[in-house]
C-alpha cells in the first residue's frame, strides 16, 4: 500500500477543513456517501472540522450534524463564518446593530456580544425608516407614535458598531437602514450634514455571492445582499464602503481559527503538519486554502529567519488575536496544504470551459481514432474548432456537442468562470467527498 512506502521524514499529520454545503449536505440532507465517508475520518483518528460560511448557532449546528451523521461531535468540530468574532473583545460591549435572520439571532451573543438590537428591533422604535412597503406608508400616515416609541426614541444609544450576519430577509429594508445609520454616525435621529469619514465600523461574515441549496442553480448568498450594500454605499456617497473585519472563507482568520480546533482534536496532542480542505467552491473554499497555504509558507520562512537571526517577528493584530503560534507546527511537507475541489456543490464541470474541450478533444481523438483518422494529427484547443466537422452515424453526438459549444464560444461570457483567480485552482477535483476522504487517507500515515 502506498502509504506504507511513506518514509518517517515523509511522515503526514493530517487535520481535514471540511465544507458542508454541496459537499456534506444538499439542501440540508446528506448525500448517500457523506456518512461513510465521515466515519471513515473518525476511525482513522484524522481529525477534521466542520468549517461552513453559514451563520448557524455552533450548538444547533453540532446537534443536526451529530444527528445526520451519528457520531459524537462537540463545538470544537464546527466553525461557523462569525466565530472569529468570539476574540473581537473590543467590541463585545458596544451598541451593536446586527442584521440577519432570525435563525442566527441567538448566534450573537455566543459570539460574545451583550449590547445589540437587530435591525427589526430599529425600525420598531423608528418605523418612518422602513417605508418601502405601500400598504405600510399608509399604516404609518395614520397612526401617532406610541409613548414606548417616542421614549425609546429619546432614550436611544447611538450605533456604535455594525455587524452583518446573513442576508436578512428583507433587503430592501436593510439596505435603508443600514445606509441611514451609515450616514448619521449612528444616530437615525441626527440631521445629515456629510458623510462620516470614516464610517462606523462594519464586521461582516460570509461573503458567498451564491451557495448551493437544493435547486439546479446557486442561490444568492450574504455576499450578494455585501454587493448591494457596497454599490448602493458608493452611489449615494461616492466614498467605499469599508469592512473593520471579514470573515468566513476565504478569509485567513477563519482557516487559522479552525486550524487551531483541528489541532485540538489531533489525537494526544500530536501536531498536524498537512492540512487539506474538501469544498465545492472554487472561489471561496478553495481561494481561501489558497491563502491559508501562502500564510503558512511565509510563516514558515519569517521562522528560519527568526531562529537565524534570534529576533522576533512583528504580528498582524488579528494573528495575535485569534491564532496559536504556527510557527511550532512541524511543517515538513513542501505542500502544507492541499486543495481538493468536489463536483457535488457549485462547481460545476458542465460550465467549465477548459473541461468542454478537453472531453470534446478526447471525443475527436477517440472518433478518429475509431476512423482510423488520426494519423499523426495532433490537436489542440487553438485549432480545434477549424477541424471539419466528420459526418458520420457515430459522430452524431460530437457533433451536436461541438456545435452546442461553438454557439456558446461565439457569445461573450457564456460560461461561468470559476479560475480567473490562480488562487482558485484546486490541488484536486474528485467527484465527491467520498472520493477526497479515500485520497486523504491513502497519502497520510495514520
Ligand atoms: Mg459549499
Redo the contacts with the bound molecule.
Keep these: 500500500m502506498q502509504h506504507l512506502e511513506i518514509t518517517t521524514d515523509h511522515f503526514v499529520n493530517p487535520g481535514v477543513f471540511i ?5 456534506v449536505l444538499q439542501g440540508g440532507k446528506p448525500f448517500p456517501w457523506s456518512k461513510e465517508a465521515i466515519h471513515a475520518l473518525w476511525n482513522n483518528d484524522i481529525p477534521f472540522v466542520f468549517v461552513t ?1 453559514g451563520t448557524y448557532c455552533s450548538a444547533v449546528l453540532v446537534e443536526n450534524l451529530t444527528k445526520i451523521l451519528e457520531l459524537p461531535f462537540t463545538s470544537d468540530h464546527v466553525v461557523v463564518a462569525p466565530s472569529p468574532c468570539t476574540a473581537l473583545t473590543d467590541f463585545h460591549d458596544k451598541h451593536v446593530l446586527v442584521c440577519c435572520q432570525e435563525d442566527s439571532h441567538g448566534l450573537v451573543p455566543e459570539l460574545g456580544f451583550s449590547n445589540y438590537l437587530t435591525v427589526e428591533e430599529l425600525v420598531e422604535i423608528f418605523p418612518d425608516l422602513d417605508y418601502v412597503d405601500h400598504n405600510r406608508r399608509k399604516y404609518l400616515l395614520s397612526t401617532p407614535l406610541s409613548d414606548e416609541q417616542k421614549k425609546a426614541q429619546e432614550e436611544f444609544r447611538p450605533i456604535e458598531a455594525i455587524l452583518l450576519l446573513g442576508e436578512p430577509i428583507h433587503w430592501e429594508c436593510s439596505l435603508q437602514i443600514l445606509i441611514d445609520i451609515l450616514m448619521t454616525s449612528g444616530d437615525p435621529r441626527a440631521k445629515f450634514k456629510f458623510v462620516p469619514s470614516p464610517h462606523l465600523p462594519i464586521i461582516a461574515a460570509n461573503k458567498d455571492l451564491t ?2 441549496g437544493a435547486a439546479a442553480l446557486p442561490r444568492f448568498g450574504h455576499g450578494a445582499f455585501l454587493e448591494c450594500l457596497e454599490s448602493l454605499y458608493k452611489k449615494i456617497t461616492k466614498n467605499e464602503l469599508e469592512y473593520e473585519e471579514l470573515m468566513g472563507k476565504p478569509y485567513l482568520v477563519t482557516y487559522e481559527y479552525a486550524a487551531e480546533q483541528i489541532q485540538r482534536l489531533s489525537k494526544n496532542g500530536a501536531k498536524i503538519n498537512k492540512f487539506f480542505m474538501i ?3 472554487p472561489e ?2 478553495v481561494k481561501g486554502a489558497s491563502i491559508f497555504k501562502e500564510h503558512l509558507h511565509s510563516l514558515e520562512a519569517k521562522s528560519s529567519r527568526r531562529s537565524s537571526r534570534h529576533a522576533s517577528c512583528a504580528t498582524s493584530r488579528r494573528h495575535s488575536l485569534v491564532v496559536p503560534d504556527f510557527s511550532e507546527f512541524e511543517f515538513r511537507q513542501t505542500k502544507h496544504v492541499e486543495s481538493i475541489l468536489v463536483c457535488t ?2 462547481y460545476n464541470p458542465s460550465n467549465d470551459l477548459m473541461v468542454h474541450l478537453r472531453s470534446l478533444f478526447d471525443s475527436k481523438i477517440c472518433l478518429d481514432s475509431n476512423n482510423n483518422q488520426a494519423d499523426g494529427e495532433h490537436l489542440n484547443e487553438s485549432n480545434y474548432f477549424n477541424v471539419p466537422i466528420i459526418k458520420t452515424d457515430s459522430s452524431n453526438q460530437f457533433d451536436f456537442d461541438t456545435n452546442e459549444l461553438r454557439n456558446a464560444l461565439s457569445r461573450k461570457n457564456s460560461f461561468i468562470s470559476y479560475f480567473d483567480d490562480h488562487q482558485n485552482m484546486p490541488d484536486l477535483t474528485v467527484d465527491n467527498l467520498k472520493d477526497a476522504v479515500e485520497h486523504i487517507i491513502k497519502v497520510s500515515r495514520v
Excluded at 19 to 23: A, E, Q, R, T, W
Design positions: 465544507d458542508i454545503d454541496g459537499v460560511n451557495f448551493k469544498g465545492d467552491n471561496v473554499d456543490g457549485v
